[in-house]
């Protein structure tokens, strides 16, 4: 009787265990798999390597994109600037209204994450953010809105929140 009453416990030990296991290891790899995106969007920006950027960019936000680049063959260093500009208004209506040197704003910009949200197949990663305008050293505080696809995340939009870092 002790035996299978040792064994019981022992089953639903290893059942918790792997239960916190696997839902503690879920949160954390989406989480890890957005932070990977934003760093590599932010280098990305900083080498203005405009296919590491849309690689990075949710489908919606990039095919439009790929399909004006490849009918125009916009891929000379000469148009860098045209790409990026239409990467930045493709990401939100913030850049395309305020008229930001969009290519000074990408090459200097540091993002530091400061917190993760997860809804179903979406997730908000919220960062402090400085960059370069004018040669005037700028921070802002924003969100990087992201999407899941097979199982893929990708940047789908992004703003500022605040004036300031937090």
């Not at 296919?51 to 960019?57: E, H, N, T, W």
């Not at 179903?120 to 809105?145: K, Q, W």
């Amino acid at each position: 009787m002790k035996k299978m009453e040792l064994k019981k416990k022992v089953i639903i030990g290893m059942i918790c265990f792997f239960g916190i296991i696997l839902l503690t290891g879920c949160g954390n790899k989406n989480k890890e798999e957005c932070n990977n995106i934003i760093n590599e969007f932010e280098y990305a920006c900083n080498e203005l390597d405009v296919d590491a950027m849309l690689r990075c960019l949710h489908p919606d936000v990039a095919d439009p994109i790929k399909a004006i680049l490849s009918v125009t063959n916009m891929i000379s260093g000469e148009e860098t600037e045209d790409i990026v500009d239409m990467i930045a208004s493709g990401l939100g209506e913030q850049f395309e209204e305020s008229g930001l040197d969009s290519e000074e704003m990408f090459n200097s910009l540091d993002i530091e994450i400061t917190d993760f949200e997860k809804n179903e197949g979406t997730a908000d990663v919220y960062a402090d953010i400085s960059f370069n305008l004018a040669g005037e050293p700028m921070e802002r505080y924003g969100v990087f809105h992201m999407t899941q696809v097979n199982k893929q995340w990708y940047i789908s939009s992004f703003e500022f929140t605040a004036d300031t870092a937090r």
